[in-house]
């Protein structure tokens, strides 16, 4: 038997979605993640060559539960933890790595308005050759010192170093 745990942003994710469909959700994680995580089955599956935007334990993997998608990974420390790292509905006709939010850097030209647009809600990883490169971070109504200072390596080395020698 496998415990399940939940990742920070999942309860928002869950929260986003009908309650309707939340249960409907909730159910097969309990039933199906509970027992032999690891197995392939027609609606859990490994994923390969995917760089999700969240900090995860290769190898990641799906439950499909209707139009939703759970993703999810097994602890190898504690090989009786699953860790759900993300809930997101993924209409037909898209692609995981779209609603993932990652975008190959070679498409980047072509999609930069739609990645501006999804780096609002969370981070867009691009990737090159199938490994992550830069990540795209939404600044939209912040202000403008902060933003800089955020990204600065100056300020966070002078932070690092204040930091020392206290």
């Not at 986003?16 to 089955?41: G, K, M, V």
């Not at 780096?119 to 800089?148: C, F, L, N, Y």
Request: glycine share 4%.
């Amino acid at each position: 038997m496998f415990e399940i745990r939940f990742a920070e942003g999942v309860e928002e994710d869950l929260r986003s979605i009908r309650i309707y469909y939340r249960n409907q959700i909730l159910d097969p994680i309990e039933e199906q993640l509970a027992h032999e995580p690891d197995t392939s089955t027609r609606n859990r599956k490994l994923l390969e060559n995917l760089i999700p935007p969240w900090q995860t334990v290769a190898p990641i993997r799906e439950l499909r539960v209707g139009e939703y998608r759970v993703f999810y990974d097994v602890s190898p420390a504690d090989e009786s933890v699953v860790y759900v790292r993300s809930v997101r509905r993924k209409p037909r006709g898209t692609k995981t790595e779209d609603i993932l939010k990652t975008v190959k850097a070679r498409d980047l030209q072509k999609k930069i308005k739609e990645c501006v647009d999804m780096s609002q809600q969370g981070q867009v990883v691009i990737t090159r050759r199938g490994k992550p490169a830069p990540v795209m971070i939404g600044v939209e109504g912040k202000d403008w010192e902060h933003v800089v200072l955020q990204t600065s390596s100056t300020f966070w080395k002078f932070i690092e170093e204040r930091t020392e020698e206290t």
